[in-house]
């Protein structure tokens, strides 16, 4: 069966540009969450959807912005990039959004802003 | 606001040595929490979970973990370690009842160097 799937694997933006990222979940599975992860750090809770509504945001800026499709494939859109958005970026989809049901992440996107 | 910390940035062992990765939490309430792995050039994976009940968890891989609730930490084990352990050592939360797995606060990480 297919993990997590994301595209790009890489790209590299320009200052200002913005930038698409998309993911594709486990079959079956209906909650998807976004992730950054800068060089060092751990992971940085984005955004979490489920049943194509947001169910969570984390402490990121408005030019952060989400959406889930009806077959719960989502997107991850970052305006007017800035240097410091350069991550990876995670996708991670579960069955249901309950505390004992397990995530599964993807590879990620790595973003370069230059 | 809710934090995870990790102690260690970085912890070389030679194979046969036990390990011992600290974890502390910042929340007063019930938690969730978690060990993930990111083995080089792969994506993260669960290694083990704590919701409720017996604090000691056993994991995948022979990993094991105690959670200490006066202490507020969730310190990761193996009693012999691998060079296949050789990975980045994840610690997550996630608090109370109706805390998901999909947002989950994690701590810095701790990367794991094991010499053959």
């Known amino acids: 069966d297919a993990g997590v799937t994301q595209s790009p694997t890489h790209l590299i933006k320009t200052r200002g540009q913005q930038v698409t990222l998309r993911c594709s979940p486990i079959?079956?599975?209906?909650?998807v969450s976004w992730y950054q992860q800068v060089l060092g750090q751990g992971p940085q809770f984005i955004f979490q959807?489920?049943?194509?509504?947001?169910?969570g945001r984390g402490n990121f800026p408005d030019r952060f912005s989400a959406r889930q499709f009806p077959n719960y494939s989502s997107e991850l859109n970052v305006n007017a990039l800035l240097l410091g958005d350069s991550a990876l970026y995670l996708c991670a989809s579960s069955l249901r959004r309950d505390r004992r049901t397990e995530a599964f992440f993807g590879q990620g996107t790595r973003l370069t802003v230059v | 606001a809710q934090s995870v910390s990790q102690h260690n940035h970085h912890v070389i062992l030679s194979e046969a040595a036990s390990l011992e990765l600290g974890c502390n939490y910042s929340?007063?309430?019930?938690?969730?929490l978690f060990w993930y792995v990111q083995y080089p050039g792969q994506h993260l994976q669960l290694l083990l979970k704590?919701?409720?009940?017996?604090?000691l968890v056993k994991g995948i891989k022979g990993f094991e973990a105690e959670f200490i609730k006066s202490k507020f930490s969730f310190n990761l084990r193996k009693p012999s370690v691998q060079w296949s352990d050789t990975a980045e050592y994840f610690c997550?939360?996630?608090?109370?009842?109706?805390?998901?797995?999909?947002?989950?606060?994690f701590g810095k990480g701790t990367k794991l160097s094991v010499k053959p």
């Open positions: 959807y489920y049943e194509k509504e947001e169910r």
């Open positions: 929340y007063g309430g019930t938690v969730n």
């Open positions: 704590y919701f409720s009940g017996d604090p």
């Open positions: 997550a939360v996630t608090p109370g009842y109706g805390g998901s797995q999909g947002n989950l606060i």
């Open positions: 079959s079956g599975h209906k909650s």
